[in-house]
């Protein structure tokens, strides 16, 4: 089954087309990026079958992206397919699917509703996911078409898990409460750790670590989530590139009322002026920050801080899976920082997390980085996220055949 998997953000189109024998056999037969949609400049960037091709046009909206999409799959000197019609099914990345949708569904006039619906949740995310539905739905209106939710995975968490101590009512009048995010990523790399360690994931206590320019870690008990630091938004929980994680929400009056700053304002300071690039005011991305750590004291406290926060949440999920099996490290830092996950992990050694130094230096690899004797596997696992959508997909179009 050919399938096409499209993220869509606010200015990009990501999509990888999959040839899936089953759920574990596949091939990946293309893949590529629209960036700066709506934007002077727009471009497409794609690696078909091993070939790197860049163009630059005019790219208005994401329905003119997705047929650039199509465009290249089907024709010239990028073509993978002979039209449109062998795409037999679409799987969407849909960031948030509020309280409804707990698993992948195949999308249909009332789903589609709900996911507008959850627009209010997620302002910036669900419109553009909205906008790619729509744009396949019209460019292939007979091709089945499912949604997969970042929220999903964590539609496991317990009630006391997601409610948030403030006045009850606004749980029931804005459904205001803990939802978490990056659950496709977290969802892979627990299948994928259970596979590693030979385990049924049923008996693990496993802690996955998502960090990328968001990060979030999920306590993950018998392959369900029962908790994780991503809350009602993204903007919970763990030191991000611009994202400030925890914080006292004191601080949000404080600012406004210092700086005489609107509420819209704080927002943008706490999105997108903090995390990484706040405390060290060098930059988002952790590369930097490791290369200025020498001789800049902000860039070594930016790592302290990323490091210290990071063991608070292991030490609290340990308490509350009653002890662990494994730690899963994933995504851009994950995968690549040796020296993060290090500096997480010393100190740990009194929760049976011991790093070896020569495996630690592995790159976006699954791998092993614990020694031998380590109570507790450690591991980095790169996420696909895309192939996760591309599994769901084609199981539940095989369902509905
Ligand atoms: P996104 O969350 O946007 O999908 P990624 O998962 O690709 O992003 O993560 C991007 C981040 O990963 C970068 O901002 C950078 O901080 C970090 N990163 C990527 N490669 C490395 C590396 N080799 N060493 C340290 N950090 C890295």
């Keep these: 089954m050919n399938i096409l998997v499209v993220n869509c953000g606010s200015s990009t ?12 056999r596949h091939e990946v037969l293309a893949k590529g990026i629209v960036e700066r949609i709506g934007i002077p400049g727009s ?93 396949c739905r019209d460019l292939m209106p007979e091709v089945p078409q499912v949604a997969v939710f970042d929220t999903a995975f964590h539609g496991t968490l317990p009630e006391y898990a997601y409610i948030y101590a403030i006045p009850y009512e606004y749980y029931e009048k804005y459904r205001i409460r803990r939802y978490g995010f990056h659950g496709t990523s977290h969802r892979y790399v627990t299948e994928r750790a259970a596979k590693m360690m030979g385990r049924d994931v049923k008996e693990l206590r496993l802690i996955t670590c998502h960090m990328g320019s968001g990060v979030s870690f999920t306590a993950v008990l018998h392959g369900k989530s029962i908790d994780t630091s991503m ?13 400030c994680g925890d914080i006292d929400p004191a601080i949000v009056f404080s600012l406004m009322k210092k700086e005489g700053l609107s509420a819209e304002q704080v927002e943008e300071i706490l999105n997108k002026r903090s995390g990484v690039l706040g405390i060290s005011g060098i930059s988002s991305d952790t590369r930097d920050i490791e290369d200025a750590a020498p001789h800049n004291h902000r860039a070594r406290l930016t790592l302290e801080v990323i490091a210290y926060r990071a063991k608070k949440y292991i030490g609290a999920y340990y308490a ?18 040796s020296y993060i996950r290090k500096s997480i992990c010393t100190g740990l050694e009194h929760l049976g997390i011991f790093i070896d130094d020569e495996r630690n230096t592995v790159r976006r690899k699954e791998a092993f980085i614990s020694r031998d004797d380590s109570p507790v596997k450690v591991m980095v696992i790169p996420t696909d996220e895309e192939l996760m959508i591309a599994r769901d997909t084609w199981r539940l179009v095989r369902e509905t055949r």
């Excluded at 471009?43 to 003119?64: A, K």
Aim: aromatic content about 4%.
């Design 320 to 337: 509350i899976l009653g002890g662990l099996d494994g730690l899963v490290f994933t995504a851009g830092i994950g995968e690549n920082s």
């Design 43 to 135: 471009r497409l960037e794609c690696n078909h079958s091993g070939t790197l091709h860049i163009e630059e046009r005019s790219v208005p909206n994401h329905r003119v992206a997705l047929e650039w999409v199509v465009q290249v799959l089907t024709g010239g000197e990028t073509r993978v397919l002979g039209s449109i019609k062998e795409i037999e099914a679409v799987g969407h990345r849909v960031v948030h699917g509020g309280e409804k949708f707990t698993g992948s569904v195949v999308i249909d006039e009332e789903v589609l509703q709900v996911i507008r619906a959850c627009a209010d949740l997620a302002p910036l995310h669900n419109p553009p996911n909205i906008l790619g539905i729509e744009a």
């Design 13 to 24: 189109v990501k999509y990888q087309l999959f040839r899936m024998e089953d759920e574990d």
């Design 231 to 243: 809350g009602f938004t993204p903007l919970e929980g763990l030191v991000m590139g611009t994202r």
